[in-house]
């Protein structure tokens, strides 16, 4: 492995982990400063306090040594047993600040998440250059931590449309992993992404983190110094095979690596700029995958704070909609941005300006059938790990993306089951999902030639459709020649759309080239 950061070379791996807290986000800082507050508030306590065990605790070397980069309740136990006290480990259900493990781990994380509100997240500018031209050159990334705000984290720190996946302290429980120093997280992240650990770099800052990333046979490992030289001796000593203080030191290894650029820019955007001539664009966006990336739990797909200060944007300079497979409340309450269209359930129920809802009456009388189809759902799957039927006004939507691979058949065979049983459905698919559908001739395409009728656009505007799945492909036939569409994360020969961009990142970058092209034309 090489022992420098001149002699390393990103494509040399397949993929990189990294991990979250003190490797990407300062939230590092965050989390040291909470547990600070909530052991000194136990040690306080004691009947003992002005014993040297009751000290105060010290975040470096205490917090380094004990309690970064593992799950909470363990971070909490070794401290504690470092310091000679034996408490109960109780329940993850204890009260914030009871006597027990849970207890002060619960406070810990009750003060994390009050100083995350008060104070924001911020990130560690060369980590996040790095991470940025490592995806520009199409290198499958993920993020591991043992938190279980991985997400929330991600989203205020507008990063997370820039993983392939993650694993966090959530998945850890339902997958029943082991905490870092154990190996599990980064095998599970790898497996993930569909490369061996072997073929693997991992990016630590903590000691658990690093013997976990060497556990789990990664070929290097790279430790990220974000404390003194203790702490960069102990990096070395549990098995980092590079130590660097900020992954910018690596930026010029991977500056000469080549990489490809989104057909989206240079000479594509003069075609781009040639198909607007002198109008204004109407934006029809897909949401998950588009705007978000796409997520193990629907839930969690959240604008980024930095797409939705585009969309802010977008809304003041033109006409918006979004058209999603999701539920028309559900996608309002996500997006939550005013001066927008919205289409739900893959166009079946449309809100127009002015408040009226629209939906094919034949939709309406399917209804019956969905309800029932859900119900059969829920009892075949109930026992598959990881599957998630969601009932949907106008579709049964089954998630398999955490199932384990060896069952995905398994749950297609429970969908095609139901739908043999109810005729006045169809099956579609898309992402990691299976949909029951009303069965008549509507989708995307006919929403979107609805919205384009009933916004009155005239000759001022020309349409642009922006989506990721093969859902939107109808959207994007439905343009033909009279609009423009662009595919994300798509191979140009994997979609009739007529450009193709790499990410969620491009298409806020692309959302942002369209505002500045109308500032510049007033």
């Not at 800082?29 to 909530?38: F, G, L, P």
């Not at 005729?423 to 929403?447: T, Y």
Request: net charge negative.
């Amino acid at each position: 492995m090489p022992a420098t950061a001149t002699e390393f070379k990103p494509r040399d791996h397949a993929a990189f982990v990294f991990d979250l807290d003190g490797v990407l986000t300062r939230t590092q800082e965050v989390h040291a400063c909470a547990w600070k507050r909530a052991f000194d508030e136990y040690l306080q306590a004691r009947d003992d306090h002005q014993s040297q065990s009751a000290r105060p605790f010290e975040i470096d070397p205490e917090y380094y040594r004990y309690v970064d980069g593992k799950p909470r309740y363990e971070g909490a136990e070794s401290f504690l047993h470092a310091r000679g006290f034996s408490l109960p480990r109780g329940d993850p259900d204890d009260p914030p600040g009871k006597g027990t493990v849970c207890g002060i781990g619960n406070r810990k994380n009750e003060l994390f998440l009050r100083l995350l509100e008060e104070d924001g997240v911020q990130t560690y500018p060369g980590s996040l250059r790095f991470v940025e031209r490592l995806r520009a050159q199409g290198m499958p990334l993920a993020v591991v931590s043992s938190s279980k705000n991985c997400v929330a984290v991600l989203a205020a720190a507008g990063m997370l449309d820039l993983f392939d996946a993650k694993i966090d302290g959530r998945d850890a429980s339902a997958q029943r992993l082991a905490g870092k120093p154990r190996p599990d997280i980064f095998i599970a992240a790898a497996r993930r992404l569909g490369v061996e650990p072997a073929d693997c770099a991992a990016v630590e800052d903590a000691i658990a983190g690093v013997e976990a990333a060497q556990g789990a046979d990664y070929r290097c490992v790279i430790g990220v110094n974000r404390g003194g030289e203790e702490q960069e001796r102990a990096l070395w000593e549990h098995g980092a095979d590079i130590v660097v203080t900020d992954l910018a030191e690596l930026l010029e290894q991977s500056d000469s690596q080549p990489g490809g650029a989104a057909p989206l820019e240079a000479e594509a955007m003069d075609t781009l700029e040639d198909l607007l001539e002198s109008h204004e664009p109407a934006l029809f966006l897909d949401y998950d995958g588009t705007l978000t990336p796409i997520v193990d739990r629907p839930e969690d797909a959240v604008l980024s704070e930095a797409m939705r200060n585009t969309l802010s944007r977008v809304t003041e300079h033109f006409v918006t909609a979004i058209i999603s497979g999701r539920d028309l409340d559900d996608l309002r309450s996500l997006a939550a941005l005013e001066g927008v269209v919205y289409a739900g359930s893959h166009g079946f129920d449309i809100a127009l300006p002015g408040g009226e809802r629209k939906s094919p009456g034949e939709a309406q009388a399917a209804l019956p059938a969905l309800d029932r189809a859900g119900e059969m759902l829920e009892q075949r799957l109930e026992g598959i790990e990881g599957v998630l039927v969601e009932r949907k006004r106008f579709a049964v939507t089954v998630h398999y993306r955490l199932v384990d691979p060896s069952r995905h058949d398994e749950v297609e065979t429970a969908v095609d089951e139901a739908l043999a049983a109810h005729e006045q459905l169809r099956k579609r698919g898309g992402k990691k999902i299976f949909e029951l559908l009303p069965d008549i001739e509507w989708d995307k395409g006919e929403a979107l030639r609805l919205l384009l009728d009933a916004l009155e656009l005239g000759d001022r505007c020309v349409p642009v459709y922006i989506g990721d799945d093969v859902t939107d492909e109808d959207a994007f036939a439905a343009l033909e020649d009279e609009g423009i569409s662009i595919a994300v994360g798509r191979k140009a020969d994997d979609t009739s759309a007529r450009f193709v961009v790499p990410d969620t990142t491009a298409v806020r970058r692309l959302l942002e080239w369209f505002c500045d092209r109308s500032d510049a034309c007033r």
